[in-house]
């Protein structure tokens, strides 16, 4: 699904209604009070209105040299549309989400529940937090919340874009509902989590029009420095007139802003913002909302990935492969057991053991409700789980789990037993030890079976620094031949809540960013904590408001990908300021000679692209200068094309294309744009 | 240019770069901190007791930490006192002893200015040493600023360092024990043995007066008075200067401060008699600079990345030696119809106008661009008298930063500025945001580096700009006319604001304009260029410690080195060329058709 809303994404880069409303929003940007916020393109904008200003006077007066001061203009004012278009354009994508977005925020009639039990019909607009509503098949879900009473399956694919619907029930880590969705089948209680315009749809439409952007820290310190070196040029090109004067050679005011607006740095400038909405809005292609582009940022410098090992690194599900049985006792009776203990067992583990037992022994699964049996669940607590029924008391669970289990009950876990398990566990395998009555049976082994291609993934990442934890409730030794396995750095076995939040506390000691996904509520604090901690759709309303991202696919591999693209994002940002500072050495060669060689003819060694004359060298850089932020609005929007390798190679490879390239590229343009005015008599 | 040439510009930068890695690693002892005190130096024996009683007079705790306001705080204290000591020196001269000569008092506003000067490491001098400042001054007023104001650099340069290395701390160390261990330990004892091998070469060591010698050829002059008379006088007799210089020399080329005991610098044959004190004096100028980038690799732990510093300076000096030399070496196109023949043996091989013979061409090409590179500003040579080109490489590398090696502990930090832009510009380049050593690059320390670097953009060509629209303030005491006139007022500024303080002679500066705006030069240059650089050492010091990956931004390879060098060439070049492109550039072309100035 992903793939084909980002083909789709991919097809609208330049799509025509996105672009004739950026040609309109361009012309609006040129605000002063907006354009104040990006200091370098303000002074391209002062220079625009005090050279259009001195062309009026100098038509007036008849002074000057009309064709070239008008032309000069002219491409001043282009330079800081272009820049706005860009924007524009990045921002455009965003807004026609936002457009498909509000379209399911419609107005839709909630039925309220009150405190006597009384349902009351009111306009959805006028939840409130903790109130609650029914809703039933058929009918919009009024506003985020938590499903409180029974089951539904849902259509989400106005949030997600995915059209196959998703189950929610009340209690566990699939419980939250979001506003605008569509319940299909059966009805639910929910209660209402957020107030009117603070709805997760809300944030949504907000976050994908970019109408809650703020510079992130990078972007900021960015900005200071390309602030910093407009400051420098100023003074350069400020200070050049007296020098000018001194020489014999005074200059236009037309040529002095043609240099500055060439020198400093208007091709990152330009484009700095387009560059930060399209880094999110790739995210939201991908089906990730982040609440801001700081946690993008922070995506890029992830050092450290805790992966969950269910779901991300194994597929989801351990099947059960083998009953060994412990001396003494026949594997019939053991998988009988273990079938009996996993009958009420929902989980795709406990439906295989019953499935082996089936294949292998042909016990046939027994109907719960006939059996007058007390199912005891699995908690995180005792790590057990087991059955009461005709006076039999069976548990499985974990070794330790089991083995205190045996000593509460005056026994003990027969030596062999033990071996039996770390013969599994060494081979990556689950053991789940079976108990009756205080005795043990035997022990069913759980196979883990490793997604395909994760070893390279977790290679790329290592050659990109970025060390990868395995977080699993299972034994370290298991833990370790998975981990092995799957060829991740580390692993954190038999991991509880706790255990998570101290690794990522202790990883962050050591000046690390941590990123995590998490869906359970227990999973809150640690997504709290965690630098990226990303949110699945699927999971609970707290897990989605304590992390910083939340993926509406609920996919945990996902993570890798949002590393790639914040990476993706500061990579196109310092691609394109080493580019834009690297231009200016054309740019000097161009304009320098073409000021002076009227006063000093010599001056023309320097005129080494052999430009025409001197307006046609000014005109040829001020254009080039324009015209390569359109030239490179597709790679900010795009951003750079980015491999996994180590940063030595990065900045090897990046250095050639955009440093040496930055060198190189103005030579060859401002050249050819030279010979095209001369061509035309422009100049 | 010659084999000869070649072979000692090779065996100068060959011994810098050997002796980088011992005097690194003794400036490392000497500083680096442990939890135990300072660590064992084989000078302890002796310098202990000293630096103990020091401590114990002027009552600093030795132990006591100082954040990086604090650290400025006390560095402008410090400098305040010994400037206003050393104005007082010069103003009471006539009344001390050890003035031979009888000097009378120095006027105030030169007073002032040299104090500045001095205590700014800049040395620019308005006067002529041997006819205004008595043997005192020179050794109580002159002498021990050299020693102070390196000291002071190194301590910056030290600070910033720990700034790197530290991890979430609030404190860059005491200034009063960096200054004092800066002073003792190493200052004052490579001084002591390099004024004995100076003197070995002839360099003077008295408190003789001036001697009389009779001329074996006495010399007719011509002088115009006030009243517009011209008398003719036949001169017999020369004067010829003495006084303490070797004490002076050394201190002067160690801790690059550059001021000369005579008018002439290290031109004048008792400053630097011999081929092998100028050696000597060039191999001082680069001691400590190139120490120091050792020094920063060991104290951050990361060795590599030290030799990555110090290999973007070496390229760097290596383009501006061969620059020099080559335009150096050149014939002077102008002289077409004389045989120039570059033989060697029977000829200079190039411009010799404003040098030494005993130096020759390579040498004094070789000590203008060392003098420049780092901050020191004594010449063997006449900047003012070089070819166009040749002259614009010592212009250039001060306008650069004075980063190529650099001053005494100025060179390091500044370098260090360079790397923190480098890091920035190009460090997002690897998918990351900004990071140096383990420590993330932010907005903060952006805003204080950009602060730093347009100190130099805004003085040295806002005076400059200034000073040619005032025909007779700014121009009014130019010798020169056109593009050199113009390189002869860049070149006050940039030396000044560089706090160089060597010159192009052809301007006067001794006028109430130049002495009052090159002097808010050289403080401006020295101080609001000290303040941003700490500020960014302690905030760097309360971060946290990124640790290495391969994922981390890479400041230790070859790549580094050269990505450093192109940074601080593209800032530098885009900041001043159209000023330089106007001035030595436009006068290079303009001499081989046929025109000087």
């Known amino acids: ?683 | 240019m010659s084999l000869n040439g070649w072979l000692q510009i090779a065996l100068f930068i060959a011994l810098i770069l050997m002796l980088a890695k011992p005097m690194g690693s003794y400036m490392t002892r000497v500083f680096d901190l442990r939890d135990t005190g300072h660590r064992h130096t084989w000078l302890d024996p002796l310098l202990r007791p000293c630096e103990r009683l020091l401590y114990r007079l002027t009552g600093v705790d030795p132990d006591e930490e100082m954040r990086w306001t604090q650290y400025v705080i006390a560095m402008l204290v410090f400098t305040a006192a010994t400037l206003v000591l050393t104005y007082i020196i010069q103003r009471v001269q006539q009344w001390l002893p050890l003035n031979p000569q009888h000097l009378a008092a120095v006027a105030p506003d030169l007073a002032f200015n040299t104090a500045v000067s001095f205590s700014t490491n800049t040395n620019w001098q308005s006067y002529t040493p041997e006819t205004t400042m008595s043997y005192l001054t020179q050794m109580l007023g002159l002498a021990t600023h050299n020693f102070w104001s390196a000291a002071v650099g190194l301590a910056f340069a030290i600070a910033f360092i720990r700034g790197i290395a530290r991890r979430e701390m609030k404190t860059l160390g005491n200034f009063w024990v960096d200054l004092t261990r800066g002073t003792l330990w190493i200052l004052l004892p490579i001084s002591i043995v390099f004024a004995l091998a100076l003197t070995s070469q002839g360099v003077i060591q008295n408190f003789h007066p001036y001697t009389t010698a009779t001329l074996v050829q006495p010399q007719t002059v011509t002088t115009t008075g006030a009243d517009g008379k011209t008398t003719t006088s036949t001169v017999t007799t020369q004067t010829i200067a003495q006084g303490p210089v070797a004490s002076q020399e050394a201190i002067k080329m160690l801790g690059t401060n550059g001021g000369g005991f005579f008018n002439a610098n290290s031109a004048h044959p008792f400053e630097n008699p011999t081929p092998l004190s100028n050696f000597l004096q060039m191999l001082s100028i680069f001691l400590i600079p190139a120490g120091l980038t050792v020094t920063l690799g060991q104290m951050v732990g990361s060795p590599r990345h030290g030799w990555a510093v110090l290999a973007a300076m070496t390229i760097l000096w290596f383009v501006g030696v061969f620059t020099c030399y080559w335009a150096e070496a050149q014939p002077n196109p102008l002289l077409h119809n004389v045989d120039q023949h570059n033989s060697y043996s029977l000829q200079s091989g190039g411009n010799m106008e404003g040098k030494e013979v005993r130096f020759g061409i390579a040498d004094s090409a070789l000590f203008a661009t060392v003098t420049t590179d780092a901050s020191c500003g004594a010449v063997n040579a006449m900047h003012d008298s070089f070819t166009p080109l040749g002259g614009l490489v010592p212009l250039i590398n001060i306008m650069l930063g004075e980063v190529i090696f650099g001053g005494v502990g100025a060179g390091l930090y500044g370098m260090l500025i360079f790397v923190i832009l480098a890091v920035f510009i190009a460090g997002l380049m690897v998918g990351r945001t900004p990071e140096y050593l383990g420590k993330k690059i932010e907005a903060y320390d952006v805003q204080m580096a950009m602060l730093y670097l347009l100190i130099f953009p805004l003085i040295i060509l806002g005076f400059a700009a200034v000073a040619v629209l005032m025909p007779h303030l700014g121009l009014g005491s130019l010798a020169n006319h056109g593009p050199h006139g113009l390189s002869e007022i860049l070149y006050a500024y940039a030396s000044a604001t560089g706090n160089n303080g060597s010159a192009f002679a052809g301007l006067n500066a001794n006028t109430h304009w130049y002495n009052y705006s090159l002097g808010v030069a050289m403080f401006i240059g020295r101080f609001m260029m000290m303040i941003p650089m700490l500020a960014i050492a302690g905030n760097l010091a309360g971060k946290k410690i990124v640790p290495d990956t391969a994922g981390t931004f890479p400041v230790t390879t070859p790549l580094f080195a050269a990505l450093l060098t192109s940074v601080i060439v593209i800032v530098g070049a885009l900041t001043f060329f159209p000023a330089l492109a106007l001035g030595p550039i436009l006068e290079h072309l303009l001499l081989h058709v046929g025109h000087t100035f």
């Open chain 1, 1 to 683: 699904m992903s793939t084909a809303r980002q083909a789709k994404g991919r097809s609208s880069l330049f799509d025509k209604k996105i672009m004739r409303r950026a040609s309109i929003d361009a012309l609006a940007k040129l605000s002063p009070k907006t354009m104040m916020k990006n200091p370098v393109m303000f002074v391209v904008e002062v220079g625009s209105v005090l050279t259009t200003a001195l062309l009026i006077a100098n038509t007036i007066t008849h002074h000057g040299h009309f064709r070239f001061d008008l032309q000069i203009t002219l491409w001043l004012w282009f330079t800081v549309l272009f820049a706005n278009f860009a924007e524009a354009m990045a921002e455009g994508r965003g807004k026609a989400q936002a457009d498909a977005l509000r379209l399911a925020k419609s107005e839709t009639i909630a039925y309220k529940v009150s405190k006597s039990g009384a349902i009351e019909e009111i306009p959805s607009s006028q939840l409130r937090a903790n109130d609650v509503v029914r809703v039933l098949a058929g009918q919009m879900i009024p506003g985020d919340g938590e499903v409180i009473e029974g089951v539904a399956s849902v259509d989400e694919s106005a949030i997600t874009g995915e059209s196959a619907p998703v189950i929610r029930e009340a209690g566990g880590d699939r419980s939250a509902v979001t506003g605008g969705t569509r319940v299909l089948s059966d009805q639910i209680t929910v209660r209402i989590t957020s107030n009117p315009g603070e709805t997760f749809l809300d944030r949504m439409i907000a976050l994908v029009e970019g109408a809650e952007r703020q510079k992130t820290p990078n972007e900021i310190a960015l900005n200071i420095l390309l602030a910093g070196l407009t400051i420098i040029f100023l003074l350069a090109v400020v200070t050049l007139q007296p020098f000018a004067v001194y020489s014999g050679a005074p200059q236009t005011v037309f040529v002095l802003i043609s240099l500055l607006v060439c020198l400093i740095p208007t091709t990152i400038g330009g484009l700095l913002s387009a560059i930060g909405i399209a880094g999110m809005d790739r995210l939201v292609q991908h089906n990730v909302l982040a609440t801001s582009g700081r946690a993008v940022e922070a995506a890029g410098d992830v050092n450290t990935l805790l992966l969950d090992k269910t779901g991300t690194i194994t597929i989801g599900n351990r099947e059960a492969s083998e009953f060994v049985p412990a001396p003494g006792i026949t594997d019939v009776v053991l998988a009988d057991a273990a079938q009996l203990s996993s009958l009420a067992d929902e989980t795709p583990e406990g439906r295989s053991i019953v499935v082996l037992a089936k294949q292998q022994y042909n016990l046939r699964g027994r109907e719960l409700a006939h059996l007058n049996a007390e199912f005891i669940p699995f908690s995180a607590l005792t790590r057990m789980s087991g059955i009461e029924v005709d006076g039999r008391s069976i548990r499985k669970g974990s070794v330790d789990a089991i083995a205190a289990y045996l000593v509460e009950h005056n026994s003990q876990l027969p030596g062999q037993v033990r071996d039996v398990v770390e013969v599994i566990s060494r081979a990556g395998g689950t053991p789940l030890v079976v108990a009756e009555n205080g005795r043990a049976l035997g022990v069913i082994h759980l196979k883990d079976i490793v997604k395909g291609g994760m070893k390279e993934r977790f290679d790329q990442l290592r050659a990109m620094g970025i060390r990868t934890i395995m977080i699993t409730g299972d034994n370290p030794l298991t833990a370790a031949a998975i981990a092995r396995e799957a060829g991740v750095d580390d692993f954190l076995a038999e991991a509880k809540p706790k255990d998570k939040m101290d690794l990522i506390k202790r990883e962050q000691a050591d000046g690390k960013l941590v990123a995590m996904t998490g869906d359970g509520t227990n999973d809150a604090p640690a997504l709290a904590q965690a630098d990226v901690g990303v949110a699945m759709n699927s999971g609970t309303q707290a897990a989605k408001e304590a992390g910083n991202m939340v993926d509406l696919d609920s996919n945990p591999t996902k993570l890798i990908e949002i590393v790639a693209i914040g990476k993706q994002l500061l990579m196109t940002r310092g691609a394109l300021t080493t580019f834009s500072i690297s231009n200016d050495i054309a740019k000097y060669f161009a304009i320098i000679p073409a000021m002076f060689a009227g006063a000093f003819p010599v001056l023309n060694a320097l005129n080494i692209m052999h430009l025409h004359n001197p307006e046609s060298a000014i005109l040829s850089a001020v254009i080039f200068n324009a015209l390569i932020i359109v030239a490179l609005i597709p790679l900010a929007l795009r951003g750079v094309s980015y491999r996994p390798m180590s940063a030595a190679a990065l900045l090897q490879r990046n250095l050639i294309v955009y440093g040496a390239g930055g060198i190189i590229a103005p030579f060859i343009g401002i050249k050819l744009i030279d010979m095209l005015i001369t061509a035309l008599h422009l100049a």
